[in-house]
Every structure is written in structure tokens, then in C-alpha cells.
């Protein structure tokens, strides 16, 4: 059976709110994620010509702020309302520890939801140093180390390479997962995917 590929951002709401579900799913059917952070801005401005700072105030209160709150009740997912006010800063660093931990060989799953909840249930900010490598260590793994080799050069390509293939192949935003090639955007399509899993759906699009 082939890997689930998981494009996403460790700061994205829908990640989080679908992340624990998402983990559920995948175990249950016996394979293996494959997280591939990217570059939320870049992904998301190769398909809209809006991005989420321009979007209207109406789409806004509605999409991350009332739909946010009842996938939240309805996932039973923790959630801290608002936006966090670091939302904004670069996530650069986040994303490349979770990129340097794959390329090390570790299962990242319970590093991913953590960041993803600390983030919003906590408003943790994800572009701190010691915010990363305190939970790391709760995570198991060695956070100074793996901050230490985000900044690669191998990382930083990994990375770019990642943001590359989501444009390449239409990701309209975080999360995004690929089941034997199927793309199913967002975490509202995750009973999709679960049904995926167990029998492909039929394929008669272009």
C-alpha cells in the first residue's frame, strides 16, 4: 500500500483542526503519512489572485472565524478563539524542523499535531526558538538538534521542492492530502479520503 502524501503548514487552522482525525485515518487503514510542509503564502497565490490577508472581512469572519468554531465543537478539537497575533510571523523555521526530522527517519506525526495544537489552542508562537524545542522534547526528539539542522542546505531544498510540487500539481492550500493520487483538499474531506483508503472512487474527470 502506497504513503498518504500530507501537504500543509504547521501554523494552518484546517490542518489542526483535521490533524488528529487525519492521524485516526491513516492508522486505521495502515499507511504511513508523508508531511510535506511548503510555503503556505506561495501555494496559495499560484491559484488565487487573492490571498488571505485581501480577502474581504465578510469571508473572513466567516471561513476562519465561524467555521473554524463549529469544525472545532464538531471534531471535538481544543481550540483558544482568534486569530493568534503571531500568526503572520515566518514560519520558515517550523516547517523546516519538521522537514529536518523526516530527513533523520523519524515518524513526525505526534511533532506535527503538537505544533499544530500549541498553535491554536495555545497561541504558542511557532517562530520562537525555544517554543520549537520545548516541544520537540515533548515530543521525544531533540529540538536542538533538529533546529539546528533546519537551517540546512538540504532542508532549506526540501522545502522549496515541496512548495514546487504542490503548484506543480494544483494544491490549493493547507491540508491537502494525496491518496494513490487522488488530491482531497481540506480537512472537511477527510471522510473522503477515509473512503479512499478502503475503495478508490471512481475517475471520470479529466
Known sequence: MSDIEYFYSAHSVFAYLGSARFMEIAAA??????HKPVILDDVVEAV?????????KAHRAYY???EVERWAEFRNV???????????????????MLIAATLQGHNVDQLSHSL??????????????????RLAGEAGLDGVALLDAATSEAVKAVYVANTAEAVERSVF???TYMVDG?????????????RALQKPFAKNWP
Open 78 to 96: 481544543p481550540l483558544k478563539l482568534g486569530m493568534p497575533s503571531n500568526h503572520r510571523n515566518d514560519m520558515s523555521l517550523v516547517n523546516s
Open 182 to 194: 487522488d488530491m482531497f483538499y481540506g480537512q472537511d474531506r477527510l471522510e473522503f479520503v477515509e
Open 64 to 66: 476562519f472565524g465561524r
Open 173 to 175: 492550500g493547507s491540508p
Open 48 to 56: 488565487t489572485p487573492v490571498d488571505f490577508i485581501a480577502r474581504s
Open 29 to 34: 487503514a495502515g499507511r504511513t503519512i508523508v
Open 116 to 133: 499544530l495544537m500549541a498553535h491554536w489552542a495555545d497561541h504558542a508562537d511557532l517562530a520562537d526558538k525555544a517554543n520549537l524545542a
